[in-house]
Structures are given as structure tokens and as C-alpha cells.
């Protein structure tokens, strides 16, 4: 099956994920990963204003 889709929720359905940039393949592979990949390295805030 393939599923075409913007919604978030809908990705809880399924196990593999393949994300076109331009039309062309910019991601493949298991969701979970896929998704990790796309949300970046997590950043911790700062906390305080320094000085």
C-alpha cells in the first residue's frame, strides 16, 4: 500500500517512510528514524540570560 499524506497522525500506520525535496528521494527508510532525522539534533535550551 501507499499513502500519501501531510497529516501526522496518519504516519502512526505505517512502518517505512520515503520523503521527497523537489521531487527527487531526500529520505528512506523506517519511520522512526526517518522522523528523527527530519526533527534535527535535539537542543537544550539555555537557561538564564548569562552574565
Known amino acids: 500500500m ?9 504516519l502512526s500506520q505505517v512502518t517505512k517512510m520515503l520523503v521527497l525535496r ?4 531526500d529520505r528512506f ?3 522512526d ?3 528523527a532525522e527530519l526533527r534535527g539534533p535535539r537542543q537544550v535550551p539555555a537557561t ?3 552574565g
Not at 501507499?2 to 496518519?10: A, G, K, N, P, S
Not at 523537489?22 to 528521494?25: L, T, Y
Open 22 to 25: 523537489d521531487g527527487q528521494v
Open 48 to 50: 538564564g540570560q548569562g
Open 29 to 31: 527508510g523506517p519511520r
Open 33 to 35: 528514524t526517518v522522523l
Open 2 to 10: 501507499v499513502l500519501v499524506t501531510h497529516r501526522l497522525q496518519i
